[in-house]
């Protein structure tokens, strides 16, 4: 029987990733033990009680980085969390939070990164710094998260085509499309390896 780590999906918007995540659970080598999120309108809250998941909405008064860590580590302690998955989650990850989970917190970006990566650099900016730079590739990646944003070393990425008349809603799809095969994927590997 294949082991299954158990991992926490952080998620403050739509959630496609998330539920991406979910769909390939099944047999895979992680299981969600819990969705934390920082919204409580986020989209993927519904989709977490749809697959009977757990649920932890992050307490808007916690602002301090040790106040949010401390209550962030004591849900990923209760509930045997080893890998923490980033699925559009948009607060910084607290320096304290990524030295407990050192080479284990990842996150998905909308573009090749080291470009198009940093504060500011995310859902429509991202895409619309790409076309205006007239490039013609773009794609997911998935990387360590460290202290700061979008810079921890990159574990994959996959290459989309930027195509003549493309607007940033149009690029955005052909990414997100590419996140949900690579990012579950990539995420089962990891665990595999543990
Ligand atoms: C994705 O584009 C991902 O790359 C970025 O945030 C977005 C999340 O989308 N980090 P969703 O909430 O998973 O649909």
Redesign the pocket.
């Given at each position: 029987m294949i082991k299954s780590v158990p991992i926490a999906v952080f998620?403050s918007?739509?959630?496609?990733?998330?539920q991406a995540l979910l769909d390939f659970e099944n047999g895979s080598s992680y299981h969600i033990a819990l969705l934390i999120t920082d919204r409580e309108q986020a989209?993927?809250i519904e989709k977490a009680r749809k697959a009977g998941k757990c649920l932890h909405v992050l307490e808007p008064k916690n602002k301090s980085d040790q106040k949010m860590t401390a209550e962030i580590l004591s849900v990923l302690e209760a509930c045997e969390v080893k890998v923490v998955v980033?699925?559009?989650y948009l607060k910084k990850i607290p320096s304290d939070l990524v030295a407990r989970y050192p080479r284990r917190i990842v996150?998905?970006?909308?573009a090749l990164l080291p470009s198009y990566g940093g504060k500011g650099m995310?859902?429509r900016n991202v895409h619309e710094a790409v076309i205006q730079a007239g490039e013609k590739i773009s794609g997911?990646t998935v990387h360590y998260v460290d202290e700061n944003y979008d810079t921890g070393e990159v574990i994959a990425q996959t290459v989309v085509p930027v195509i003549d008349g493309d607007d940033p809603d149009s690029l955005?799809d052909r990414?997100?499309q590419a996140?949900h095969q690579l990012y579950p994927t990539i995420v089962h590997q990891l665990c595999s390896s543990l």
């Open positions: 998620a918007g739509g959630g496609s990733n998330f989209g993927a980033l699925a559009g996150n998905i970006h909308p995310y859902g997911p955005a990414v997100l996140e």
